[in-house]
């Protein structure tokens, strides 16, 4: 499960709006909006602020978003990797 499908499941369970969330942790609707769908990722301790208003284990979503961030990282390694393989075909 990636780290904003989470924090969106966990808030439905905890009966809390993006509006409520978003000021419990100080922050604005529209980042936890991007957080939960665009997988945008939070500061550490924005993380650990969101654990507490979700009553979550804070090492459970820092590991998400740390899988998160490699999982994009791989996948961009790959894509340019593709692209590399690509040119170097085309110039034999």
């Given amino acids: 499960m990636k780290l904003g499908a989470l924090i969106r499941k966990l808030r439905r369970t905890e009966c809390l709006t993006v509006r409520q969330l978003a000021s419990e942790v100080g922050r604005t609707p529209g980042y ?3 957080v939960e ?9 924005l993380i650990c ?3 507490d208003a979700l009553g979550a284990e804070p090492g459970r979503l820092l590991n998400l978003a740390e899988s998160d961030v490699v999982g994009r990282k791989e996948r961009d390694i ?11 075909r085309r110039t034999k």
């Fill in 32 to 34: 936890i909006s991007r």
């Fill in 37 to 45: 769908a665009r997988g945008e990722i939070p500061s550490p301790e």
């Fill in 49 to 51: 602020r969101l654990a």
């Fill in 78 to 88: 790959q894509r340019k990797h593709q692209t590399a393989l690509k040119l170097y």
